[in-house]
Structures are given as structure tokens and as C-alpha cells.
């Protein structure tokens, strides 16, 4: 596992796999996975961001 970020709102954490070459989701209350993705040679980190609520850009 190469890089992890968490949002709260889904309660999703998200994970890279640099080997596998995966971005994988994970449910963060169960621990369990919810998918997985193959996006390429050696992902090595995830932000997860998020609209403005107010719709300010």
C-alpha cells in the first residue's frame, strides 16, 4: 500500500496499491471492500476532495 485518504462523508477510505497497481475503496465501517480499480503502473498517492457546499468555486 503506497497512499491513504479518508472521507468521513461516504465513510469510504481509500487506498493505492503500487504493486497491484489498484486504487481500492473500502468500507470504513465495516472494513470490508467496496471495489477496486486497475489505474496503472504504480499509483502512489490519493486526495479525495470535495465541492464547496455553498457552491463557492
Excluded at 472494513?31 to 465541492?51: F, I, K, M
Aim: net charge negative; glycine share 8%; proline share 5%.
Amino acid at each position: 500500500m503506497s497512499g491513504i485518504a479518508v472521507d468521513a462523508v461516504t465513510e469510504t477510505i481509500w487506498v493505492t496499491s503500487f504493486d497491484a497497481d489498484l486504487l481500492l475503496a473500502i468500507n470504513a465501517t465495516s472494513v470490508s471492500l467496496r471495489d477496486a480499480w486497475l489505474v496503472g503502473d504504480g499509483p502512489v498517492d490519493v486526495l479525495v476532495l470535495r465541492p464547496d457546499q455553498r457552491g463557492a468555486p
